[in-house]
Structure formats: C-alpha cells, structure tokens
C-alpha cells in the first residue's frame, strides 16, 4: 500500500486473476492447456514486483508549483505565519517528504506526504499541526532537530487558518 503506483498494481492483479481463470476454464471445458497464461501471469507478477519499488509518477516540482491553489490551499496559505511555515517545512521535513527524496534510503515520499511546493504545505496543513504541531511524532526522533519554538509557529499557523 506504502507506492504511489499501488493502483496501478492493484490493477494487474486482477488481471492475474484473469490469466489463472482462463487457464482453469480452458481445462474444465476440455479445450486443452493454454499455456501462454503462465508466461503471462509471471511477466504481471514481475511488473508488480517492480511497481512497488519504482518511485511514483508524481511529475516534478515545477510542474507541482505551476498548478494554482485550490481554495482549500489558499486558505492557508493565506493565513497568518504561512511564509514562516513553509520555511520551516522546507528546512526540517522536506528532504524526506519530497518527490525525489534526497534522504538516503529513501525512494519516495513516506505516505504519500508531500511537503515542498506552497500548495502542498497548505494542503497538509492539518498533518503538518497534528504530527510536528501539537505532537512530536515528526519528524522521527526529531532527526531534523525542529527547535520548539519553530512546532509553536507550525501550531499558530494552523490554527489561524482553521
Ligand atoms: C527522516 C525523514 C523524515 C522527516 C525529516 C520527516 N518525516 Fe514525516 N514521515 C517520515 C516517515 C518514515 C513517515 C511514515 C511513518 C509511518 O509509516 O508511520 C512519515 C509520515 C508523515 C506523515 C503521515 C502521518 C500519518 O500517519 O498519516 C506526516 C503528516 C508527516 N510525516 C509530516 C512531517 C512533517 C510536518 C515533518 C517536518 C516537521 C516531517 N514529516 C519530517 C519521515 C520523515
């Protein structure tokens, strides 16, 4: 469930499905072996393996940035202490939540959570306050090192856009 590509994969699962049910219906109708399904099935099950480590098709950042604001997002982003927050965001969650993640290890954005573009740090505002805002669940072990002052900015941002 962790790629962006699980639809895509979910997808040809069921199509696996239907190789394995063709084979058994061709047998159960005595129409003979039809063998191919097999190769089939097997080239599905590698495209799947693959999928689910290849990174998403999220497109890029410029891409992301030229996308206007929804109202939702604007909402935010035109709230008190947005520009401060962004700052923060770029600064300490980013690197990770990015859609070329330049944290090592990592292939793309954990969760799906992507936090670089002003769209998206308005859009997951209410994360942003609940996971590095009120608690300290982000980032892991605090690993970035986010001072306190800077979740009660996250906080105070949220809350004057809610
Ligand atoms: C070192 C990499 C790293 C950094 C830096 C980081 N995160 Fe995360 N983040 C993760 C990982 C890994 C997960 C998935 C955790 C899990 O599966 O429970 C995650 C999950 C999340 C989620 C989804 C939580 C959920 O359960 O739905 C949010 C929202 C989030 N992070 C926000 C942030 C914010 C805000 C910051 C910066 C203050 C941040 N992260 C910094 C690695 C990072």
Not at 2 to 13: E, F, M, Q, S
Not at 67 to 91: N, S
Request: charge should be neutral; aromatic fraction near 12%.
């Amino acid at each position: 469930f962790g790629t962006p590509n699980a639809w895509i994969i979910a997808c040809l699962v069921f199509l696996i499905g239907v190789t394995i049910r063709h084979y058994f219906n061709s047998i159960h109708a005595r129409k003979g072996r039809p063998n191919w399904t097999w190769a089939v099935t097997v080239i599905l099950f590698i495209a799947i393996a693959w999928l689910s480590s290849a990174p998403g098709f999220d497109g890029d950042v410029e891409q992301a940035e030229a996308v206007p604001l929804t109202r939702y997002e604007m909402r935010f982003a035109q709230a008190e202490g947005f520009e401060q927050a962004h700052e923060i965001v770029q600064g300490r969650c980013a690197m990770c939540h990015a859609r070329a993640p330049a944290w090592d290890g990592l292939r793309w954005a954990p969760k799906g959570v992507l936090l670089e573009t002003r769209a998206d740090v308005a859009r997951n505002a209410r994360a942003i306050y609940l996971q590095a805002g009120v608690s300290h669940a982000m980032p892991p072990a605090n690993i970035t090192d986010i001072p306190q002052e800077d979740r009660a900015l996250l906080t105070a941002w949220y809350r004057a856009g809610q």
